[in-house]
Nanobody, 120 residues
Framework: VQLVESGGGLVQPGGSLRLSCTAS????????IGWIRQAPGKEREGVSC????????TYADSVKGRFTISRDNAKNTVYLQMNSLKPEDTAVYYC??????????????WGQGTQVTVSS
């Protein structure tokens, strides 16, 4: 499974970005998918997760109300819409497949990551 993230970049505080996660050689619809981020000098943080069917989602407290995870299995893509971005959201964002059939925080395949920088 090869996951590819895209959509990162530099944005001002209060701005928005939409990250995408696609896969080659795999059907994302077979997996629950998570977004995880890592800021310099900090531990990885689970940001959000979505079930295989898209009917169940989870969010870290730090992003609730600002980020929305969604998926389009027909396009083999999972999205992370990020609104009201803050400087503390600056990190490399990774998507990953869940090892189990539901959101458990236990991931097996990871993408290479996309950088999100929130700065004025």
């Amino acid at each position: 499974v090869q996951l590819v993230e895209s959509g990162g970049g530099l944005v001002q505080p209060g701005g928005s970005l939409r990250l995408s996660c696609t896969a080659s050689g795999a059907t994302l619809g077979w997996h629950a998918i998570g977004w995880i981020r890592q800021a310099p000098g900090k531990e990885r943080e689970g940001v959000s997760c979505i079930s295989k069917e898209g009917d169940s989602t989870t969010y870290a407290d730090s992003v609730k109300g600002r980020f929305t995870i969604s998926r389009d299995n027909a396009k083999n893509t999972v999205y992370l819409q990020m609104n009201s971005l803050k400087p503390e959201d600056t990190a490399v964002y990774y998507c990953a497949t869940e090892f189990l059939d539901y959101c458990s925080g236990d991931y097996d395949f990871w993408g290479q990551g996309t950088q999100v920088t929130v700065s004025s």
